[in-house]
T-cell receptor, first 114, second 115 residues
């Protein structure tokens, strides 16, 4: 069946280093992917998205890479800061489908070492 | 502030109580959602309202009753809950049209504890 999985439940990174959070998906028909960030006491916040016709998309300090061959998605955070501490979710769905079809992963908790 | 406001932020209730969670969105979106977030589990979709009509009900127990009086407000009425219903309840909204990229905007959630 459809699933979105995260390779690691927790990730610890030294402040200033780059962080890489990985995600695997199983539905090869999915054509839209989103990364959300959820800080303690808050709801998930949109970070960046990517459509399946792209391999890479960059935002401010964040880059999402999509490898459709192996159905793998990653979120790279450059120069990780204490404010990046959060749980990161990937999500997949089909464009033009209802948001009810969004499949969320379990999340990876990113912690920053000073 | 995301534009989606949930109240109360924290709620403790007994199994025989009746309470309601409220969500209000100030984004002009046409769809609203209730999600349940439990520890170490993916987000679970509970209800979807599009243009104030319920379009999805993911086999949620009848002790959870949603209400969407208009496109800006969404309620989740709770009665005779069980301890396993303790979780963070997230409201979200989206604009279901246009680019086809249906991005959800979430509220901060209502943390529910059932004793």
């Amino acid at each position: 069946g459809e699933s979105v999985g995260l390779h690691l439940p927790t990730l610890s990174v030294q402040e200033g280093d780059n962080s890489i959070i990985n995600c695997a998906y199983s539905n090869s028909a999915s054509d839209y992917f989103i990364w959300y960030k959820q800080e303690s006491g808050k709801g998930p916040q949109f970070i960046i998205d990517i459509r399946s016709n792209m391999d890479k998309r960059q935002g401010q300090r964040v880059t999402v890479l999509l490898n459709k061959t192996v159905k793998h998605l990653s979120l790279q955070i450059a120069a990780t800061q204490p404010g990046d501490s959060a749980v990161y979710f990937c999500a997949e769905f089909l464009l033009y489908s209802s948001a009810s079809k969004i499949i969320f992963g379990s999340g990876t908790r990113l912690s920053i070492r000073p | 502030e995301t534009g989606v406001t949930q109240t109360p932020r924290h709620l403790v209730m007994g199994m025989t109580n009746k309470k309601s969670l409220k969500c209000e969105q100030h984004l002009g979106h046409n769809a609203m959602y209730w999600y349940k977030q439990s520890a170490k589990k993916p987000l679970e979709l509970m209800f979807v309202y599009s243009l104030e009509e319920r379009v999805e009900n993911n086999s949620v127990p009848s002790r959870f009753s949603p209400e969407c009086p208009n496109s800006s407000h969404l309620f989740l009425h709770l009665h005779t809950l069980q301890p396993e219903d303790s979780a963070l309840y997230l409201c979200a909204s989206s604009q279901e049209e246009g680019s086809g990229a249906n991005v959800l905007t979430f509220g901060a959630g209502s943390r529910l504890t059932v004793l």
